[in-house]
């Protein structure tokens, strides 16, 4: 008998008297479906976990833009979940009927694969309609308007492998991909970074847009103020399309851009340039809209840039971030019918200022650097080549030691700086930068309150790589993005959330 009460005179089970911190410890080893589980068996249990289980897997959660997906997300936001999640992300998966031509034909001598073929047919049909009907944005400001807590909107086209349980077996999808899969037996449309046909390309730059608008309307209609905005892409970029804000969604959209603190882009060039009107030249301007887009994020205080698969001009949009407020006005003396160029903006507010993938000239780098040095704290440069303009110097002149030199002159109050995978160029010579007495010697870090302390470490460290006499590059920074996963720092904090339709 008194075996039989070993589990205490309430009946309660010893599991619910172990105290929490070792109950955590306990399952921190679990796998999902376990851990899952173990919540399930009693009510104590639940009541102690939740806390913790809201922390983990609903802090920050991945969707798609299906129905499914979003209605997972509505249920979410009328949840008591609803209060844990500040951070949403959407994923670019997509059903779309391109997949079924690649796919084998399915085989009459088994009838359920007709059930999954009529199945994969109903979701791309009704991932269709969800579009056409604009239903996504409903069902996003739906959701949107509940979730309280809402910091940061992302959109990503990869999925994680970092979080630690069940690492490493398993990747964090968008909620909805697995069942998917299982109904339907066939994978989602992914971006690709070389699709399939011609118009791959222009079809997924075109989603993307599509989901980036939908997303700013429907918070806008939400009334939700998130503070930051990621867009972290590997397989795509987004082009200067996206960020067309028409007249009509205007008002919608404006008080959103006016609160958002952080925004991270992956960029790509337009097919079809914008002329605009310079001393009365058509000049090309590929990032058009992208250049008003930025004029309305006044509070802005964290800006990335990654020029990921850029095929564009880059130092159009950084000459003109170099540019003072004062340095241009509008052409009103003659004319035209050509677009003005949008006149130069200061991010009064910038603290943090990330460039990536890029190659540009040592003095845009100093000018923007420069313009923003009242309020800067925080320098990331990743990928970015130096460009030697002057035919006369050699390639081995180190241009990074220089430009650390001439930032020593701009009584900068910053307290971090990282470099990573830098490098410099002429023409078709190229020199890899390392950093002497590094652990890693691509990169070096900083951070403190001695900034000038940094730069004459960073001075005395920085070297050129490669043979002591100039020789011809075989490859391109460009050529380095095809063959690279990495954009600036998108592996930091990349615990992305499961689908937890098990659970």
Not at 234 to 239: A, K, M
Not at 384 to 410: C, I, M, Y
Request: glycine share 4%; proline share 5%; charged share 25%.
């Amino acid at each position: 008998m008194a075996a039989s009460t070993a589990t205490g005179d309430n009946g309660m089970s010893r599991l619910t008297t172990i105290p929490l911190e070792v109950l955590l410890q306990i399952t921190s080893n679990l796998t999902t479906p376990e851990y899952g589980n173990l919540r399930r068996t009693c009510k104590r249990i639940e009541e102690t976990l939740f806390t913790s289980f809201a922390r983990e897997f609903f802090t920050k959660k991945q969707f798609m833009i299906t129905e499914f997906s979003l209605q997972a997300l509505v249920d979410i936001s009328k949840s008591r979940l609803s209060s844990s999640l500040n951070h949403v992300i959407f994923g670019l998966e997509r059903p779309s009927m391109r997949q079924d031509h690649i796919l084998p034909p399915v085989s009459a001598s088994q009838p359920e694969n007709h059930v999954r073929s009529n199945r994969f047919r109903q979701e791309c049909v009704g991932h269709m309609s969800l579009l056409y009907a604009n239903q996504d944005v409903e069902m996003l400001a739906k959701a949107f308007s509940n979730l309280c807590n809402l910091e940061t909107v992302g959109i990503r086209d990869w999925n994680s492998r970092t979080r630690n349980r069940d690492y490493p077996y398993n990747v964090w999808n968008s909620y909805g991909v697995r069942t998917f899969q299982e109904e339907t037996g066939r994978p989602l449309d992914l971006p690709r970074r070389f699709p399939h046909g011609p118009t791959g390309l222009l079809d997924q730059a075109e989603y993307l847009s599509r989901v980036f608008l939908s997303l700013l309307r429907s918070l806008g209609k939400a009334g939700s103020r998130p503070k930051n905005f990621e867009i972290i892409l590997r397989e795509s970029s987004i082009y200067d399309h996206a960020f067309n804000l028409p007249h009509y969604v205007d008002a919608l959209v404006q008080p959103v851009l006016g609160n958002i603190r952080t925004l991270l882009l992956d960029l790509n060039a337009e097919y079809k340039p914008a002329y605009v009107n310079v001393n009365n030249v058509p000049t090309e301007c590929p990032d058009y809209l992208l250049r008003t887009f930025l004029s309305r994020l006044l509070e802005l205080e964290h800006l990335r840039l990654n020029f990921r698969f850029f095929r564009g001009e880059t130092s159009n949009l950084l000459s003109w971030l170099s540019k003072p407020v004062s340095a241009t006005t509008p052409n009103t003396t003659v004319a035209t019918s050509l677009l003005e160029s949008p006149q130069p903006i200061e991010f009064t507010k910038l603290r943090q200022l990330d460039i990536g993938m890029v190659p540009v000239e040592p003095r845009v780098l100093l000018d923007i650097i420069q313009k923003h040095r009242a309020t800067l704290r925080s320098i990331s440069l990743h990928k970015v080549s130096l460009l030697q303009t002057e035919p006369t110097k050699s390639t081995r002149d180190n241009l990074w030691a220089k430009f650390f030199g001439q930032l020593s002159k701009l009584d900068l109050k910053l307290t971090s700086m990282k470099m990573s995978l830098l490098s410099q160029k002429r023409t078709n010579h190229m020199r890899t930068v390392t950093f002497k007495d590094s652990r890693d010697p691509r990169s070096r870090e900083w951070g403190g309150t001695d900034v000038q302390s940094c730069l004459r470490d960073f001075i005395a460290n920085v070297v050129i790589d490669g043979p002591d006499h100039d020789t011809e590059s075989s490859h391109t920074p460009e050529s380095q993005e095809w063959n690279s996963d990495d954009s600036m720092h998108d592996v930091d904090d990349e615990d992305e959330d499961e689908d937890l339709d098990e659970l």
